[in-house]
C-alpha cells in the first residue's frame, strides 16, 4: 500500500481487549496461528509508514500459536496469554533474534538465550510477534535516536511517538501487537504511552526481572507493558512479575493479581496533586486535560489534596548525572570483542577499541558516554556524581513523605503534547527537559502508570502519570481504571 | 562545579572512554557539554552536607521487600560453543582480538 494513502483513521486501531480475545481462542471461534498471521498481515501493511517493528519471529510465534490452538481444541485449559500476540522492545533478548538495542554496534548479534520476561510471557501462552523499534541504547525521548530510523506516532506520523520505547508504544496504538514490553528508565515507557495514546506501566524497582535486558542505568532500568486499556496492563505486569535468582536486585514480595486488584473502585483513595508539576513550561492544552482528569478522580469518590514536592526541579539534573556515569560503564563491554561489530581499522587492541565505538556508536550515546566519562572521572567524581547521588536521596525521601500522606500523586505525563520530528533534535538539553515529569520517580524507585487523559484541540492524546510507592502498583491501576472509565 | 569543559578535557575524557571522535564530531560534544555542565550547576544551589549518597533503591526502607543474594554457587549458564559464536573473531574456545604486544 502506497504510505501517501494512510492517515491517522486508518494507522490508530484499539485492541480488542485480551479477556475477550482469549476467550475466542478458547473457544475455537478465533485460531490463534489464524490471529498471527492477521497480526503479520497488518505489519506489513503499517510497517513502512511507522518503522515499528526492526525484526520479525514468524516461526517462533506460529510454532507457539500451533500449540495454543492444539491445547484448544483438545478443551485443555489455557493459560492467562493463550494466544495474544505481543511484541518485544528490542533491548530485550530472545534467542535466535536480532538483537540490535536500536544500535549498529551489535550488528550481526543473535543472543543464545531469553530474557526471562521473554521467557515468562511465552510460558503464560503469549505469541511474540517480533522486536520493537527504540532510541539507541533507550537513550532518548522521541525515538529519533534509533540507527534504524524513527518511529512514527500513528497519531500523526509527521509526529514522534516519544521514547525511547516509541515502538513498544507506537505498536499499540496502531494495533500492531495486543500488548507489548518496554524498558523504563527516566520516563521510557510513561512517556511514549502519553504521547501515542497507550497503557503504559513503570513497575517498582525490582518487580520485574531485568535478566536478558541490555543494561543501561543499572540503577534505574525497569522493565515494564504496554496495552490498550489498563486492566490488559495490570494481566501482562502480573505474569513478567516475581522474584527471579537471575536477576540480584529482583524483590521476592509476592506478585499479587493485579488485574483483579484494578477492578477495585478508586473512591476513597486519597490523591495528591503536586503543585510543582503544573508550573512554568506546561503546556496549557495538557494542563486543562490533567485537571479534566483530576475532576474525574474526584467524581469517583477520590479526596483529592495538594502536596508539596519543592526539589521537583532538581531533578533532572540528578537524573542525567547518574543515569550517564551509568551508562558510561555499562556500554563499556560494546567494544568488538564478544558480540556485534567490530571495526576494520583493527590494527592494534586499542584501535580496535577505539573505531568499533566511534563508527558503532551514534552521537547521542556518545555524548552520554562522554558525560558520564567525565562526572565520574577524578577531580570532577564528588562535584557531579557524588553531589547527585546526594540530591537523589532528598527527592526519594520527599516522595516517601507525601507517600505518608496519600496513596497515590497524580501529574501529566510529559509537558507537552507529541512534538514534531526535527523539532528537539538540535538541542540535546531540550530533549533531556522533555522528561522533567518522569525522572524523579526514576530516581526514587517507585511505579508509575501512563493512562490516556483527553486530547488537545489537534487531536493530540495526552497522558495522566499516576505514581504510587514502592511495590503499589495495585493502587495506580485503581486509579487509572477511574480515569479510563470517566473518558475524559 | 562551573568548570568549563575545553577541547582537551572533551578529548581526554574520549580517551578514557575508547570513544574515537572525529575532527567535526569534537567542537560539537564541547558546546553539548557545557551546556548540560551548565545547567547540572544548579545542584550546587542544594545544601547537602550531611546527606548520605543514594547510589541504590534498596537502601531506601521497604523499597524492595525480601530482595535477597542467592546463594553463590555456580549453576549452569549458556552454552559456551553458542556463546562464541556470536563473537566477531573466536577460535571456538577464546575470542580473538589484535595483537597486543609486538615483538
Same mark, same amino acid.
Given at each position: 500500500?502506497? #504510505?501517501?494513502?494512510?492517515?491517522?483513521?486508518?494507522?490508530?486501531?484499539t485492541p480488542?481487549?485480551?479477556?475477550?480475545?482469549?476467550?475466542e481462542?478458547? #473457544?475455537g471461534?478465533?485460531?490463534?496461528?489464524?490471529l498471527?498471521?492477521?497480526?503479520?498481515?497488518?505489519?506489513?501493511?503499517?510497517n513502512?509508514v511507522?518503522n515499528?517493528?526492526?525484526?520479525?519471529?514468524k516461526?517462533?510465534?506460529l510454532?507457539q500459536?500451533?500449540?495454543?490452538?492444539?491445547?484448544?481444541a483438545?478443551?485443555?485449559?489455557? %493459560?492467562?496469554?493463550?494466544g495474544?500476540?505481543?511484541?518485544?522492545?528490542?533491548?530485550?533478548?530472545?534467542?535466535?533474534?536480532?538483537?540490535t538495542?536500536?544500535?549498529?554496534?551489535?550488528?550481526?548479534? &543473535?543472543p543464545?538465550?531469553?530474557?526471562?520476561?521473554?521467557?515468562?510471557?511465552?510460558a503464560?501462552g503469549?505469541?511474540?510477534l517480533?522486536?520493537?523499534?527504540?532510541?539507541?541504547?533507550?537513550m532518548? $525521548?522521541?525515538?529519533?535516536n534509533?540507527?534504524?530510523? %524513527?518511529?512514527r506516532n500513528?497519531v500523526?506520523?509527521?509526529?514522534?511517538p516519544g521514547g525511547?520505547?516509541?515502538? #513498544?508504544?507506537?505498536?499499540?496504538?496502531?494495533n500492531?501487537?495486543?500488548?507489548?514490553l518496554?524498558?523504563d528508565t527516566?520516563?521510557?515507557?510513561?512517556?511514549p504511552? $502519553?504521547f501515542?495514546?497507550?497503557?503504559?506501566?513503570?513497575?517498582t524497582?525490582?518487580?520485574?526481572?531485568?535478566?536478558?535486558?541490555?543494561a543501561?542505568a $543499572?540503577s534505574?532500568?525497569?522493565?515494564?507493558?504496554?496495552?490498550?486499556?489498563v486492566?490488559?496492563?495490570?494481566t501482562?505486569?502480573?505474569?513478567?512479575?516475581?522474584?527471579?535468582?537471575?536477576?540480584a536486585?529482583?524483590?521476592?514480595?509476592?506478585?499479587?493479581?493485579?488485574?483483579?486488584?484494578?477492578?477495585?473502585?478508586?473512591?476513597?483513595?486519597?490523591?495528591?496533586?503536586?503543585?510543582e508539576?503544573?508550573?512554568?513550561?506546561?503546556?496549557?492544552?495538557?494542563r486543562?486535560?490533567?485537571?479534566?482528569?483530576?475532576?474525574?478522580?474526584?467524581?469517583a469518590?477520590?479526596?483529592?489534596?495538594?502536596?508539596?514536592?519543592?526539589?521537583t526541579?532538581y531533578?533532572?539534573?540528578?537524573y542525567?548525572?547518574i543515569?550517564?556515569?551509568e551508562a558510561?560503564?555499562?556500554?563499556?563491554?560494546?567494544?568488538?570483542v564478544?558480540?556485534g561489530?567490530?571495526?576494520?581499522?583493527?590494527?592494534s587492541?586499542?584501535a /580496535?577499541?577505539? &573505531?568499533?565505538?566511534?563508527?558503532?556508536?551514534?552521537?547521542?550515546?556518545?555524548?552520554?558516554?562522554?558525560l558520564?566519562?567525565?562526572?565520574l572521572?577524578?577531580?570532577?567524581?564528588?562535584?557531579y556524581?557524588?553531589?547527585?547521588?546526594?540530591?537523589?536521596?532528598?527527592?526519594a525521601?520527599e516522595?516517601l513523605?507525601?507517600?505518608?500522606?496519600?496513596?497515590?500523586?497524580?501529574?501529566?505525563?510529559?509537558p507537552?503534547?507529541?512534538?514534531?520530528l526535527?523539532?528537539?533534535?538540535?538541542?540535546?538539553?531540550? /530533549?533531556?527537559?522533555a522528561?522533567?515529569?518522569?525522572?524523579t520517580? #526514576?530516581l526514587?524507585?517507585?511505579?508509575?502508570?501512563?493512562?490516556?487523559?483527553?486530547?488537545t484541540?489537534a487531536g493530540?492524546?495526552?497522558?495522566?502519570?499516576?505514581?504510587?510507592?514502592? /511495590?503499589n502498583?495495585?493502587?495506580a491501576f485503581?486509579?487509572?481504571?477511574a480515569?479510563e472509565a470517566?473518558?475524559? | 562545579?562551573?568548570a568549563?569543559?575545553t577541547?582537551?578535557?572533551?578529548?581526554?575524557?574520549?580517551?578514557?572512554a575508547?570513544?574515537?571522535l572525529?575532527?567535526?564530531?569534537?567542537?560539537g560534544?564541547?558546546?553539548d557539554l557545557?551546556?548540560i555542565?551548565?545547567?547540572?550547576?544548579?545542584?550546587?544551589?542544594?545544601?547537602?552536607?550531611g546527606?548520605?549518597?543514594l547510589a541504590?533503591?534498596?537502601?531506601l526502607q521497604?523499597?524492595?521487600?525480601?530482595?535477597?543474594?542467592r546463594?553463590?554457587?555456580?549453576l549452569?549458564?549458556?552454552?559456551?560453543?553458542?556463546v562464541m559464536?556470536?563473537?566477531p573473531?573466536?577460535?571456538g574456545?577464546?575470542?580473538?582480538?589484535p595483537?597486543?604486544?609486538e615483538?
Amino acid at each position: 500500500m502506497p #504510505s501517501e494513502s494512510k492517515t491517522a483513521e486508518t494507522l490508530v486501531e484499539t485492541p480488542q481487549r485480551l479477556s475477550a480475545l482469549r476467550e475466542e481462542i478458547a #473457544s475455537g471461534n478465533v485460531k490463534a496461528v489464524e490471529l498471527a498471521s492477521r497480526y503479520y498481515e497488518r505489519i506489513a501493511a503499517l510497517n513502512p509508514v511507522l518503522n515499528v517493528y526492526l525484526s520479525l519471529s514468524k516461526e517462533r510465534a506460529l510454532a507457539q500459536a500451533g500449540r495454543v490452538d492444539g491445547l484448544a481444541a483438545k478443551g485443555d485449559p489455557l %493459560p492467562p496469554l493463550a494466544g495474544i500476540p505481543i511484541g518485544i522492545k528490542d533491548v530485550l533478548v530472545m534467542k535466535g533474534a536480532p538483537a540490535t538495542a536500536g544500535s549498529k554496534i551489535l550488528e550481526g548479534y &543473535h543472543p543464545p538465550y531469553d530474557a526471562t520476561a521473554v521467557t515468562r510471557l511465552e510460558a503464560a501462552g503469549a505469541v511474540l510477534l517480533g522486536k520493537l523499534n527504540c532510541d539507541e541504547f533507550a537513550m532518548g $525521548s522521541s525515538n529519533e535516536n534509533s540507527a534504524f530510523g %524513527p518511529v512514527r506516532n500513528p497519531v500523526d506520523p509527521e509526529r514522534v511517538p516519544g521514547g525511547s520505547s516509541g515502538g #513498544s508504544a507506537a505498536a499499540v496504538a496502531a494495533n500492531m501487537a495486543v500488548g507489548t514490553l518496554g524498558t523504563d528508565t527516566g520516563g521510557s515507557i510513561r512517556q511514549p504511552a $502519553s504521547f501515542c495514546g497507550v497503557v503504559g506501566v513503570m513497575p517498582t524497582y525490582g518487580r520485574v526481572s531485568r535478566y536478558g535486558l541490555i543494561a543501561f542505568a $543499572s540503577s534505574l532500568d525497569r522493565v515494564g507493558p504496554f496495552a490498550g486499556n489498563v486492566r490488559d496492563a495490570a494481566t501482562l505486569l502480573g505474569v513478567i512479575a516475581g522474584h527471579d535468582e537471575r536477576d540480584a536486585t529482583s524483590s521476592a514480595a509476592p506478585v499479587p493479581d493485579f488485574a483483579a486488584e484494578s477492578d477495585n473502585p478508586a473512591a476513597g483513595l486519597r490523591i495528591g496533586v503536586p503543585a510543582e508539576y503544573f508550573g512554568e513550561g506546561l503546556d496549557p492544552e495538557v494542563r486543562a486535560a490533567i485537571e479534566k482528569g483530576i475532576q474525574a478522580l474526584k467524581a469517583a469518590g477520590c479526596r483529592v489534596q495538594p502536596v508539596s514536592l519543592p526539589h521537583t526541579r532538581y531533578a533532572i539534573p540528578t537524573y542525567y548525572l547518574i543515569a550517564t556515569a551509568e551508562a558510561s560503564a555499562n556500554l563499556a563491554r560494546f567494544d568488538g570483542v564478544r558480540y556485534g561489530y567490530r571495526s576494520g581499522r583493527s590494527e592494534s587492541l586499542s584501535a /580496535m577499541y577505539r &573505531h568499533t565505538r566511534d563508527e558503532g556508536f551514534g552521537a547521542e550515546v556518545k555524548r552520554r558516554i562522554l558525560l558520564g566519562t567525565y562526572a565520574l572521572s577524578a577531580g570532577y567524581y564528588d562535584a557531579y556524581y557524588g553531589k547527585a547521588q546526594q540530591v537523589r536521596r532528598l527527592l526519594a525521601e520527599e516522595y516517601l513523605r507525601a507517600f505518608a500522606q496519600v496513596d497515590a500523586l497524580v501529574t501529566p505525563t510529559s509537558p507537552v503534547p507529541p512534538f514534531k520530528l526535527g523539532e528537539k533534535t538540535g538541542d540535546p538539553l531540550s /530533549m533531556y527537559l522533555a522528561d522533567i515529569y518522569t525522572v524523579t520517580a #526514576s530516581l526514587a524507585g517507585i511505579c508509575g502508570v501512563t493512562v490516556p487523559c483527553g486530547t488537545t484541540g489537534a487531536g493530540l492524546p495526552v497522558g495522566m502519570q499516576i505514581l504510587a510507592s514502592h /511495590m503499589n502498583e495495585a493502587t495506580a491501576f485503581r486509579v487509572a481504571r477511574a480515569v479510563e472509565a470517566a473518558k475524559v | 562545579m562551573t568548570a568549563k569543559v575545553t577541547l582537551d578535557d572533551v578529548k581526554r575524557v574520549a580517551e578514557l572512554a575508547h570513544l574515537e571522535l572525529s575532527q567535526d564530531e569534537t567542537p560539537g560534544m564541547v558546546k553539548d557539554l557545557n551546556a548540560i555542565l551548565d545547567y547540572v550547576a544548579e545542584l550546587n544551589e542544594l545544601d547537602t552536607s550531611g546527606v548520605a549518597p543514594l547510589a541504590q533503591v534498596s537502601e531506601l526502607q521497604g523499597a524492595t521487600p525480601d530482595a535477597s543474594l542467592r546463594a553463590d554457587v555456580v549453576l549452569p549458564l549458556l552454552d559456551r560453543a553458542a556463546v562464541m559464536a556470536g563473537a566477531p573473531e573466536s577460535d571456538g574456545a577464546f575470542f580473538k582480538v589484535p595483537k597486543v604486544i609486538e615483538r
